[in-house]
């Protein structure tokens, strides 16, 4: 599909219709939230499918997304504001940043493309390439939050529905924050105002870590590790409740003790185990597994659900390739168990001191991690994607921009169904994924759907 398809109509900046009584001028930013200050930011985009006898015209559709968009604003108004990077006085390396609420705006953009399909988008084993333009902000580095917007939206109209991409910096929230940002939008376009889950602006700073954070560099710009990755590529892959249900047996069999290994655990694992073996890298290459995990419940005092910014710790799992390909799924269960069962309120406040410690050190490694011999889980199948109705019914489908499009990078989702099931988005190199589509122990779990699909992508390949 020609990328020239998709016509740009026009681009906007949506601010709050008002302020809050008790709006913060600035928005002080945790170790947590500058940690990604040098990586792109996050996109999620949903796919609807608009029946014909929709009562809506583009026209009436757009304008009322954009009355919402002002109006949940209200709410959500740090996100109209931007970045501000100041020095430390008397400090030449030393900076700290800031939102500064002052609402500047939202981007808005729409577009057309009524030459793509909804099954255009829904049907391909490999998300088509196009798909990358239907974000905003596509190549904004979080740190760009300065100057251009913390969060852009596309409406994008396709020949039988709508595909609303969405980006955000990942410096103002983590994805929970992202989620629950797109279901109150979704909410006030359905006319639900109030919305039921108002977020919660007061950032979690620990004794040690009070706010400026400031960072040990001349400017912020010195974290940027400007490069071009090779171009992966990007597969959708669907896993049954009932698929999962039996991975996660087979895992806790394994162990042999009836220890509990989650769902979630065991299929991180046999996808750390298959990825491995596709990439084929010596037995004694040292090889990590990069699990993301919600801070809020774990924290003691809790905090709020509904707690706006970065709250969360990536967890990281170490072996050898020979541990991964020879040990069975159960071993690989317990090594991601254990990482996951250790944050409790004193490893994670211990990690902020740590952090904290080696700052100049972990924000340069930060910007530079991904390489072929780590992956990285994110996104979560208990995010509520589904449930963002924006008042024409249930998305199809989700998926993610160019920024996530990495090797190794893996996007969680839940399946379409719910009930339990997950969709994988796996990027890889193009020979690492030839390889994975040939590997019979991932191709027995996934869908039969995904079965077909790779079937017809491999004889397509052979044409």
């Known amino acids: ?3 020239q398809s998709i016509s740009q109509i026009s681009t906007t900046l949506v601010v709050p219709v008002s302020l809050p009584a008790n709006a913060k001028e600035r928005v002080h930013l945790t170790t947590w939230d ?14 609807f499918r608009l029946k014909l006898e929709s009562p ?11 009355r919402a968009l002002a109006e949940v604003l209200v709410y959500y108004y740090p996100l109209a504001g931007r970045f501000v990077i100041e020095k430390v006085k008397d400090n030449d390396k030393g900076v700290f940043t800031y939102i500064d609420c002052a609402p500047r705006g939202v981007e808005l953009v729409r577009a057309t493309a009524k030459e793509i399909c909804v099954d255009d988008i829904l049907r391909p084993l490999f998300v088509p390439h196009f798909v990358r333009n239907l974000f905003p902000l596509d190549r904004a580095v979080n740190l760009d939050g300065h100057t251009v917007p913390l969060v852009g939206i596309k409406v994008t109209e396709l020949a039988d529905g709508i595909f609303i991409g969405c980006s955000h910096n990942h410096v103002v929230g983590d994805g929970i924050s992202f989620t629950n940002f797109l279901n109150s939008f979704a909410e006030v376009s359905r006319g639900v105002n109030p919305i039921t889950q108002p977020p919660v602006h007061e950032r979690w700073f620990s004794d040690d870590s009070p706010p400026p954070i400031v960072l040990p560099f001349s400017k ?12 992966p590529k990007v597969a959708i892959f669907h896993f049954t409740s009932e698929s999962i249900a039996k991975l996660k ?6 162990t042999g003790n ?9 299929l991180s694992g046999l996808v750390w185990r298959c990825i491995t073996r596709a990439r084929g890298f010596p037995e004694t290459d040292l090889v990590t597994c990069h699990l ?12 709020s659900p509904n707690y706006y910014g970065n709250n969360l710790t990536a967890i990281v799992s170490y072996a050898t390739v020979g541990e991964i390909l020879t040990n069975d799924l159960g071993w690989i269960g317990e090594l991601l168990k254990k990482k996951v069962v250790a944050q409790t ?4 406040r211990e990690s902020v001191v740590q952090w904290l410690n080696n700052r100049d050190k972990l924000m340069m490694a930060h910007s530079s991690m991904f390489d072929d011999h780590n992956i990285f889980f994110v996104g979560s199948p208990k995010f509520d994607l589904y449930g963002c109705d924006f008042g024409w019914g249930k998305a199809v489908a989700i998926r993610s921009g160019k920024s996530n499009n990495l090797d190794g990078i893996i996007m969680a989702y839940p399946g379409y169904e719910g009930e339990g099931s997950v969709d994988l988005e796996i990027s890889l190199l193009p020979v690492t994924m030839s390889k994975l589509l040939l590997d019979d122990e991932f191709m027995t779990v996934i869908s039969p759907t995904s079965v077909k699909q790779r079937q017809s992508t491999i004889f397509q390949s052979k044409l």
């Open 1 to 3: 599909m020609p990328t």
């Open 34 to 47: 500058v940690n990604f200050i040098a990586i792109r930011y996050m996109q999620m985009g949903h796919l």
């Open 56 to 66: 809506w015209s583009m026209d009436e559709i757009f304008d009322r997304l954009k």
């Open 220 to 231: 912020m710009e010195d974290l940027l590790v400007r490069r071009k990755p090779p171009v």
């Open 249 to 254: 047996e087979k895992a806790n069999k394994d």
């Open 258 to 266: 009836n220890k509990t290994i989650s769902s979630f655990q065991a």
């Open 292 to 303: 993301t995990f919600d801070n809020r419940a774990r924290l003691q005092p809790p905090c």
């Open 345 to 348: 309120d004193g490893p994670i």
